[in-house]
């Protein structure tokens, strides 16, 4: 019998009854609500260096701008740092000594050189790992044990992955002689702050590219932190060019006529900007944009695992993530025991403190994207859908939002078609498979899905009929620098990671 039809006797009790025995009360530093759940267990921050003050990262200097910002803590609204604000004449200087180092240097450096250069970044950060997870966690909200194991290793392997390369591109593109392009200008979001900049500048400098790189307005203490060590690594001055600033930076990098190729991640909507801004121009771009990714649950899946995979499809990193399994379509015959055990594991995440290792939701990177998340929830509930959300205090001080499920979705519900970028899943049913592929197509996106089966057939069989770039099977959320990751429709242009990662840095003759 198909386990989603049994009744689960040895299922997961919450962990508020475990931990109560373990007598979990204290306050953490910061004053968060408490759960009665585990004891406190923060990492500790002490040995993290965060300058007051950060300026930009320019032809191997520290540039002051006149113009500074605030970057501050979203989990407990405190400012971490202040940092500079890159207007036009910084922008240009940046791409001057990337175009410098572009000549002078990196792009007639043997590839077995620029993947010494690599390779030494890549030790050092994880030399640094610990540190710079805690930062990433500090600036962004994410859960330390996300930003720990699974951020920072991955930016590491990443650089380590596209070192491998730099010196095998004949290899690469067997028969074809690859050039690099030149200036990459490579603007990037908050979610992954150190993880896209380490899948941007990885093969855009293994493929002897200079890069200027602007992160987001509200992250770019890691990026910042990053062009420290790429100084501590020798890097010749001008590779790596480091501007902060916000959206009008980026506007500014996109449409600088010195940069030959502009690599993108973040929302459609600006996506389609940058497009505008390109067009006619003959330069180079890819496009990494938004997703409203199918998770779909057939009635032979192992249930217990689906709910598992639901949960990270759609809280991991707050559902801040351009791939999150954010439409969960469930076979009719098990929905109402898969929501049962969603609902009761739900209530059994932790949310609170970023920096304690139990927590499993953090807060939500702004004020600007708590009230987006509001917006549409709000509108989930007057056009008609149910909502539920988990029962777990949220902290005084910060930005949080509770996880939060709809049932009874219908198609044409705003939760079910715009991105929301936040811990909010919209289910629907379905009966047969041709219905849920239907139904799972009917989205202007087209990045990723998942599958939940017990039959390999059908994975075939359905995921090969996902319009999605990215599919998992009986699994979710999972990255491999050597897989290559990108969207269809609005979720973008061209590819990032593994060998298809390489192509768009690269001009083959
Ligand atoms: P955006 O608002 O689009 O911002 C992304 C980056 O672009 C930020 O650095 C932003 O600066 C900058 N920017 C804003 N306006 C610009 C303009 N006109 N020209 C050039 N740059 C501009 O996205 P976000 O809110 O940071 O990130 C969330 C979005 O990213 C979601 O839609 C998510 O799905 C997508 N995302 C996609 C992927 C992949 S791999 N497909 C991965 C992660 C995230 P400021 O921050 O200073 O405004």
Redo the contacts with the bound molecule.
Sequence with gaps: MPEGQKEDAAEAKPRSAKAKSAGGAGKSRYDFVEGDRYAPAPESSDHVSLKDSYHLFIGGEWVRAPRRLQTINPATGEVLAEVGEAGPRMVDRAVGAARQAYEKTWSNMPGRERGKYLFRLARLIQERAREFAVVETMDGGKPIRESRDIDLPLVAAHFFYYAGWADKLDYAFPGRRARPLGVVGQ??????PLL?AA?KLAPALACGNTVVL?????TPLTALKLAELIEEAGFPPGVVNVIT???????N??RHPDVDKVA????????K??QK?LAGTGRRFTL????KAANIIFDDAPVNQAVEGIVNGIFFNQG????AGSRLFVQEGIADTVVRKLKRRMETLVLGDPLDKNTDVGAINSQE?LERIRVLVDSGKEQGAKCWQSGQKLPRKGFWFKPTIFTGCAQSHSIVQK?I?GPVLAIQTFRTPEEAVEKANNTPYG?SGGVWTDKGSKIFKITSQIRAGVLWANTFNKFDPGSP???YKE??IGR?GGLQGLAPYVELR
Excluded: R, Y
């Design positions: 603007v990037i979001p908050w979610n992954f896209m899948w602007k992160p987001a307005e509200t600033g916000a959206g009008k930076t980026g506007q990098l996109v993108f991640t973040g929302s459609t909507a600006v996506g900007l940058i801004d990494e944009l938004g997703g801040h993530v351009c791939c994207q991105e970028f990045l990751f990108g969207g979720s973008g990032e």
